[in-house]
């Protein structure tokens, strides 16, 4: 009876402290495994995919028992940008799928990630804020997941019509870009908790997503009169990415971020997501130098998420311990502060 109690008490806390931007840990894990698969480390690839796939599972039943037995806080937090981690988490684990084979499992997920997006898209949008923190970026990042999943499973499958949505689904996440960095609060740089990140890693993402198109256009033989026009824009966006890295390193430096926050996830991402787009980037305009930083930079991916998976495991046990109604109260304090 105890353990059984224990179990349940076990299982409410993570109800409660699971937060909207949760997705990101399998944004991040599964774009490490990504550029551990491209670097040639097939068997740290594998083990950082199965740990990306046993949380998005975890994850998926938590959210779905959230909506169950609190739908007034899953209403909230559908409204924040940062619940679109859970469609660009599920789009990066299908498009590593792709990569593994699994065309099946790219395509169902590709399902999945559109119904989420689709149905989150209003209510971010309903309630935008303004100036634009590091989350509002997950508006682009979850936008150009879905172009890069669709351009996967267009060159796996040989459907044409496939990298046809994913160019506009490209030429929308761009768009966004364009409407969140002109209202984001540089401030962040300093200030910001991790998130700040997804700044830079939204337009690393664009290029990754313009590399895919590019390559997916030409196995399926389409799109024949823009190869030319994306490639250039592959390295243009990718260019304008780069731009942002030694800025958000300088920023590390200067503001010393040393405790844990989920927010830190969305610094994972980015990290590995330099890495990606710089080897399709490569692959696309037959720069080597781009693919050469891709493979040093995937270590340095690797060894921030291992930093970042140790801090999350420490702050466990205690998340486990706590007593779930200041949990509540402390999330309630924090929504109603940010709404003032």
């Known amino acids: ?23 990101a840990v399998v944004m991040g894990t599964g774009i490490v495994s990504t550029d551990l698969l491209l670097a040639g480390h097939d068997t740290l690839s594998l083990t950082t995919l199965v740990l990306a796939t046993a949380i998005w599972v975890v994850l998926a039943l938590l959210l779905s028992g959230r909506f169950v037995f609190d739908r007034a806080r899953a209403a909230r937090e559908a409204a924040s940008p940062a619940a679109l981690t859970g469609v660009a988490g599920t789009a990066v684990l ?7 084979g699994w065309e099946w499992a790219g395509i169902g997920l590709l399902l999945l990630a559109v119904l989420v997006w689709l149905g989150l898209l209003g209510p971010v949008l309903r309630h935008w804020t303004t100036p634009t923190v590091g989350a509002s ?22 459907a044409g019509w496939l990298v046809v949505l994913a160019l506009v689904a490209l030429a929308l996440g761009l768009g966004f870009y364009a409407f969140v960095v002109a209202r984001f609060d540089r401030r962040q740089l300093l200030v910001g908790r991790g998130d700040h990140w997804v700044a830079g890693g939204a337009l690393a993402i664009s290029a990754l997503a313009c590399a895919r198109v590019t390559l997916s256009a030409q196995a399926v033989s389409t799109l024949g009169a823009a ?3 994306l490639k250039a824009a592959t390295l243009t966006v990718w260019a304008l990415a780069m731009c942002w890295l030694p800025i958000l390193v300088v920023a590390e430096f200067i503001s010393r971020r040393s405790s844990y926050d989920v927010r830190r996830w969305s610094t994972v ?69 940010r709404s003032a």
């Open 269 to 337: 991402f980015p990290v590995g997501m330099y890495a990606a787009c710089s080897f399709l980037a490569g692959s696309v305009t037959g720069i080597s130098p781009i693919t050469d930083f891709a493979r040093i930079w995937t270590w340095v991916a690797l060894g921030v998420w291992l930093v970042v998976l140790t801090s999350m495991l420490s702050q466990l046990p205690r998340v486990l311990r706590a007593d779930p109604a200041p949990l509540t109260e402390q999330r309630a304090r924090a929504e109603s502060g």
């Open 137 to 158: 970026f997950v508006l682009v990042v979850s936008t150009e997941s879905l172009a890069v999943l669709a351009a996967n499973v267009a060159g796996a499958g040989h």
């Open 1 to 23: 009876m105890d353990q059984q109690h224990g179990a349940l008490r076990a299982l409410n806390q993570l109800l409660v402290a699971i937060p909207p931007a949760s997705g």
């Open 94 to 100: 299908g498009t590593r799928f792709v990569l593994l």
């Open 227 to 229: 190869h030319g026009a």
